[in-house]
């Protein structure tokens, strides 16, 4: 029986409480959002006591299902205002998972702001809350090396850590969560989630899982069977088998910047003339000069191995390997074309904290102001060294790029439900723009990846130039990454699940193997649209309305340079997207 | 016929067009939103392009009606979002009366962010535009003594200016509006027309109107005996009699602060312990003492005389006499109690262009955040000259209350649709908090002054700690406010119009005289919720819904000494305020 791991940071005590039966087949993002819509009212001030941070290991999480350990953490945003699920790698799924807990929920707040605490949970599922005040100010990477010294003996142990822009409450910050190296690299970095966990003066979460196993199945031999199956069609695709393990997401930065959709110096053309200063193929090669490591995945168990370091010249440890959207936003929305300036910011943002996407569009947007020029590295560097000591440019930098562009008078601010759009303008590939649009989420292109049919050729192939069949794409595409997100499989698996037959068919197998029920096409598909639903109706209930389901104005308006388009779906087709919601919530039997 | 002049920016073109017939009973807010409705599409960017700044003066505006003299100006709000129509004293509607202009539509955007714009209205209502880029960055005092080089020998003249917080763009900023002597001290503050005046590139309207009397009625024996009639009602009522000229608005700082209702040190108290020290009573004596002006009207025609100047220890002239709204939130929302320092902080604000209210308040949630002492009148007044300076602190300060506690981390930030509220608690005075919640405006006081029954027993009494009736009670003055403000009344009218029938009567009469079609009751209340009828649909396109017609969620939980109350007004109370918007909209032919 999996748990509940209740912590109350205003008495701070911590209850064990069985998972509710109606939730036995919730993991991930489906719990956490069924808990954020049960227990967390619509109206609750993101950064007050009645918001709550759940955090949840997907269904699959502790199992050795192939790239099974992402982990969900839910709360209300207090960057858009709505549900958030941000969705991280690293190990804490598998941990949390082979302890049995389904989900950490974290409310209250304590009536100390300077207190810092930290969180333990043992490999038996016993947690304690400890003060640890001298942790307070400190950036992820120091953070993680004074827990060290407290855990390093215990074996086996995964983190989740707030930096100082989470402990300053700013609206970009996020959470850490370790690699399988313990680096603090992976996160949960979206709609200010760091921001909610410094609200309870929750620095860090230790998880001891040493000595544990994967967990147990209803159906262990079916269960081998179709991992084997599953791993074997995620080797066998040339995205997840070839391109992501060579050269990380970032394989993606001349693929898209070739099909004009890459989006430069603050979404004002669609191609990066510096490109190559800071794409995939690069940052390999520099990588191996340097003695790196190009290869490893982000949790134990992952078959693609899209991960990597990047490293110092004299190969030490930098940062991890910027992701393709990282790269993109530090990089070309910045107009910036060097791998070791990309590098120095993806540092910088890993240790205060803060969401690499937010930020680099933050920049752009205060580049376009005109307060720092398009390309000057060291001075963006300094922009967000500034978020660490404090000042007030570094608080408003911290809040996000609608945040900035308000303060500096910029109008063209590239945010939908003032969440800042990442690495793939919505004009040449439309797509990505009805996600963008209509994601409860805020403009993110993890909701329902549509670059696969509409560039990739993945899943079949749908113009991206044109308006047709992008609804209809993105809401299938949502309501698998639903589905994923609640698993907690990895959304590159994706790839192979929409070309590959017997990949669809591998997770259904698993799941059916592990809890001993059927999970059919049906199944899978039922529990992505709960979760979606969970999610609509709490941003109705918080007021969102089909105004808040649109792009920024002047991306209808102003054509983007090379292919000189505007974003052409209309309002009754976005309007559509989510036409399945009042049904589900129906047989749910919620409002 | 009176007529609208249209003046696009884009082009620099002027067009003169007569007011269409279907709006030819309708001045100020009807007009403004009527036009703001029908011209501005609701998903615009506040400072783009497809916004626009109407200025249109009262049905009344440019006759003798008494108090007859109030501006509307319009837009789409970059500070809430919604609809605004921002009410201002000050000479320019009874200019634009005479002269026959119903509206003035300032449309587009032109290409040269640098370039700063005057426009010259004449008598005969000939409109031009100059570029005067010096102006560019003056404070409205200094621009007001600019334009006098220019048009001081021209005779009669009013003025509109935009001070350096609307020209940077900032969500707090106001239009200045000259008084009968010129001093630019009358403001369409709230809402942030300032930043929409400022995207526009226009730094001022300059509007002679000499040699020009007041405006021709249908039956001028008949207007001129309602003029009476409603002039003597005026004077007789004891609030817009006695107590309004005596002491000016600020007559309200002891009454309210006696109710409880008076919010101190951001909103944590009902009561400030200095209140003597910003009182009306206080600033009459010292004003008196100095030799300062103690009772004026705002506008010609004006016979409540509520206005007043506050002067220098040398007699000479400082500020206006501050209004009670803005010495209370210069004052006791920041524990303020002296009056030489409100008036320095309201003649920065006066002279930056940026709204009081919202000003004090955001100081208010500064010095909650620790980063300024509670009572630190110097330090407040150097955050404020950091707004001019351009400095990061003044980009957050100027852009409000909520972005500031966004920025700073603070959680009790006391704004409704991201407006902050003026100088009523709503808990001890629940009337005011449904105005608060419910208002098309965001947190506004004026939109249903809920105080005459509240707390003045004007117009009868509702409990003011009590929800019962509240709703009730703040639907009717909203409907009611809205015809005052198209018509151009002072909403101080209110208080007569309330216990005294002739006068209310009188209104109608004047209306019926000046227009030769009969209004009554019906008619006038028509007027009312066509207006509000408007603005309710133009926020529910641009995306709001009744989860924004709330207060904040810790004025439900956390009780207001000395009364220890909460807000209690039911959610479905609220939401029952605009229950007539529907079928208005049905017979309005809208929707």
Redesign the interface.
């Known amino acids: 029986m999996r748990t509940i791991l209740r912590v109350n940071m205003s008495d701070l005590s911590i209850k064990k409480e069985p998972l509710p039966e109606k939730w036995a087949n919730y993991g991930g993002r489906a719990l956490t959002d069924a808990l954020v819509f049960t227990e967390v009212?619509?109206?609750?001030?993101p950064?007050?006591p009645?918001n709550k941070l759940v955090i949840a290991p997907g269904l699959l999480g502790g199992t050795t299902a192939p790239n099974g350990g992402r982990l969900s953490v839910g709360a209300k945003s207090?960057l858009t205002g709505g549900i958030k699920e941000s969705n991280s790698g690293g190990q804490v799924a598998h941990a949390l998972g082979k302890i049995g807990i389904a989900a950490i929920v974290v409310e209250g707040k304590p009536a100390d702001p300077a207190a810092r605490y930290v969180l333990e949970i043992d490999p038996a599922g016993e947690a304690k809350l400890s003060r640890h005040d001298e942790l307070a100010g400190l950036g992820n990477y120091a953070t993680v090396d004074a827990l060290k010294k407290d855990w390093a003996d215990s074996g086996r142990y995964s983190t989740m850590t707030n930096g100082p822009a989470g402990e300053?409450?700013?609206?970009g910050a996020g959470i850490a969560v370790s690699d399988p190296h313990g680096y603090p690299n992976r996160f949960a970095g979206r709609g200010g989630l760091g921001?909610v966990m410094?609200?309870k003066n929750l620095k860090a979460v230790v998880i001891d899982d040493a000595g544990l196993s994967s967990i147990e199945h209803a159906d262990k031999d079916a269960f081998n069977a179709a991992v084997k199956k599953f791993a074997a069609a995620l080797r066998e695709h040339p995205v997840s088998g070839t391109g992501l393990p060579t050269y990380g997401t970032n394989v993606l930065a001349n693929i898209i910047n070739e099909a004009g959709g890459y989006p430069t110096r603050n979404f004002s053309s669609g191609q990066f003339e510096g490109v190559d200063g800071i794409s995939g193929e690069t940052m390999r090669e520099i990588t191996l000069e340097r003695g790196g490591n190009v290869k490893h995945g982000c949790h134990t168990g992952c078959v693609i191995q899209c991960s990597r370091y990047y490293v110092h010249e004299d190969g030490s440890y930098w940062t991890k390997g910027p992701e393709y959207e990282s790269a993109w936003s530090l990089g070309a929305d910045c107009g910036i074309s060097d791998m070791d300036v990309v590098a120095a910011l993806d540092r910088e943002c890993g240790d205060l904290g803060i969401d690499t996407i937010e930020m680099g569009a933050t920049l752009a947007v205060y580049m376009e102001s005109g307060k720092l020029a398009f390309g000057d590295g060291e001075g963006a560097l300094h922009v967000l060294e500034e978020i660490r000591e404090g000042?007030?440019?570094g608080?408003?930098i911290g809040?996000g790029a609608e945040?900035t562009g308000?303060?500096?008078?910029v109008?063209r601010i590239p945010v939908v439900k003032h969440q800042a759009m990442p690495a793939y303008d919505p004009r040449p590939i439309q797509g990505i723009g009805v996600t963008y649009a209509t994601s409860t989420q805020g403009a993110d292109h993890t909701a329902g990846y549509s670059i696969t049919a509409n560039v990739l050729a993945v899943g079949g192939t749908v113009d991206p130039l044109k308006s047709e069949g992008q609804a209809a794409l993105s809401q299938g595409l949502q309501i698998a990454t639903g589905m994923l997100d609640s698993l907690g499989l990895c959304i590159f698996v994706a790839f192979p699940v929409l070309d590959i037959p017997a990949a669809f068919d591998a997770i259904g197998e698993m799941v059916t193997a592990h809890t001993g029920q059927t999970w059919g096409a049906d199944e899978l598909m039922k529990l992505g649209r709960e979760t979606l639903t969970y999610e609509r109706l709490f941003n109705?209930?918080?007021?969102?309305?089909?105004?808040?389901d649109?792009l920024?104005?002047?991306m209808y308006t102003e054509k983007l340079p090379p292919h000189n388009v505007v974003f052409t779906v209309t309002d009754e087709e976005l309007d559509a997207v989510f036409d399945f919601v009042a049904e589900t919530a129906a047989e749910m039997g919620i409002s």
Do not use: E, N, Q, V
């Open positions: 009212p619509a109206d609750a001030d950064l007050g009645d207090p300053m409450l700013l609206s921001a410094g609200s000042t007030d440019l608080k408003i809040s945040a308000k303060a500096f008078g109008t109705a209930h918080a007021g969102f309305t089909a105004a808040d649109r920024p104005a002047y």
